[in-house]
């Protein structure tokens, strides 16, 4: 059986980029271009609670970092490297060499190196902790607080197909091959909108990304900001596989659905060309739900413009009783 | 029941400093000095694994945070800050009030603020992941690799209480209530020696915290540096607790006692004074323990001046079989 230092080695040791100090010391060192700020995000995954057992090792690897980038793409932050935490249950090599594949490959097209970690052994779960840095200038972080009233609110690319995917392979919803087969990779390979947080530097006002569900996100976005906001379901950019879906699971994946990894952003309405163009240059699709008020609270129009009242309630990791 | 947000705006949110954005946003974002480098290091703490399910919370709290200072003492940086992952099997808030406490203690103590952070509930173990940042004048980090031949070899502090307390909590050893009291603080309440770090920046070639035990990581340093050492038992700052202990014991704690979270260090013989004179600065006792040589492996000589033969390994998360 190899050693903890010979599986640091093997599976999460790459020859660190110019100027970066990786694997190998007390702390990796990164330096930082003058006039910019560190942006930082950490995330504690778990087995059974934010994957599933059997979940692909590589698809995992992924979505271990692509939840942390999501959060650099929501800051309008350039990736500058990550460290990763690995608590095994047990010493599967096929898997880790998955999971690390899969990692180093979303880490590379990111520009986002693995410079440091932790490999230990667990008595029971799985667990994976990412830490990701990166780099804004000063004063042009797109933070949670900077909505302004009238801001129109966008999301980037499609609601609802993770949700949809996850209440299938939980057995919340009967079995549907096709379905899952249409919105599993929206689950499983989430694919953080980097580019396009970089591109709404000095357009959007405010961004967060879509972690707990577009209601809770953009809840947080206007408590953050002090202002409220109307939006209409009809224009949503649902996923195209949800098309046949009964309208309550329709809302549900759509509002309140999590693991999207989209932006949700406001910006003036005098931008929206800016907006449609930073899209184009990120190639990533954007939509127009809705615009700020002065006004607090959050409402939700129906097809009909009449506001929706049940509406469904992001993640919670701690439920209230 | 709380929810995570209430939880983490109360035990997780302080004002942060100026110039930091903390807890709450996507990212957090902190500025580094021009011509300073970022230095960071994270571990994954887990329940029955780096530590008793009925440990002090508050000590538990002080430890998660103090392992990685120590990352950064070693390296010579200062600290700037810290993100806190945390995977709970339970929802205990007397515990998580004291657990925050002994965190934000030695945090402030440190000038490291708690200023991002993830809380999640796990199915089993409790699992803590700390990432800490600090800054280093680029060039100046004290690496591994830096050492040269003839360096003296230094240990700051004392060796082997926080092995022997494991032990006794662990039942390796007979009940010993007098020896626990005398050796428990070193387990539980590690002190980084983050002073000393900085101390040393410019006089030390090389550095190292002692997480894994003395042999196992200086022996790091020997492999990073391609030199060899020569190190004298009898010149080792043992517990004066241990005092009373056997031979083999003594040896296994003060030669492979991990958890110490003391720093290895080599330096230029010409720099004996200024190491003493950090040492003093810092308020940490510094011992020259023996000497870097060109000739490749780590010597031990006991008190006779005879290599030692049977030496202990260091700690392995995943030993070999």
């Excluded at 271990?64 to 010493?91: E, K, Q, T, Y």
């Excluded at 939006?231 to 759509?254: G, I, K, N, S």
């Excluded at 990120?282 to 506001?307: E, F, M, S, W």
């Amino acid at each position: 059986m190899a050693s903890e230092f010979e599986l640091i080695a093997r599976y999460f040791t790459r020859t660190a980029p110019t100027g970066l100090l990786g694997v190998g010391d007390d702390c990796a060192l990164f330096p930082v271009p003058p006039g910019e700020q560190v942006a930082t995000s950490t995330d504690l995954l778990l087995e059974g609670r934010h994957f599933f057992p059997d979940v692909d090792p590589r698809a995992l690897g992924h979505k271990a970092l692509a939840v942390n980038l999501s959060d650099l793409a929501a800051m309008g932050a350039r990736p500058i490297g990550c460290v990763l935490g690995l608590a095994l249950p047990r010493l599967d090599e096929p898997w880790l060499a998955a999971f690390a594949d899969g990692f180093h490959a979303l880490a590379a097209a990111h520009g986002c190196p693995l410079i440091g970690g932790d490999t230990t052994r667990s008595a029971h779960d799985l667990a994976i902790s990412v830490t990701v840095f990166g780099a804004v200038p000063a004063g042009q972080a797109l933070r949670r607080d900077g909505a302004q009233v009238g801001d129109d609110i966008w999301v980037s690319g499609e609601l609802g197909a993770a949700d949809v995917a996850y209440r299938l392979l939980d057995g919340q919803y009967p079995a549907d091959a096709a379905l899952l087969a249409a919105t599993r990779g929206a689950l499983e390979w989430p694919q953080p909108q980097v580019a396009l947080g970089l591109a709404l530097r000095g357009i959007a006002h405010a961004a967060i990304d879509l972690s707990d569900g577009l209601l809770q996100d953009l809840g947080h976005i206007l408590a953050a900001s002090r202002v409220g906001a109307c939006v209409e379901f009809d224009r949503m950019p649902a996923a195209a596989a949800l098309a046949a879906m009964d309208a309550a699971p329709l809302q549900r994946a759509v509002l309140g659905g999590g693991d999207v990894y989209q932006l949700c952003f406001t910006a003036p309405a005098a931008r929206r060309d800016a907006v449609l163009a930073a899209g184009r240059a990120a190639n990533a699709r954007v939509t127009r739900i809705g615009q700020t008020l002065a006004q607090p609270g959050l409402i939700v129009l129906d097809g009909q413009g009449r506001p929706m009242t049940a509406l469904p309630a992001g993640f919670d990791h701690f439920p209230a009783a």
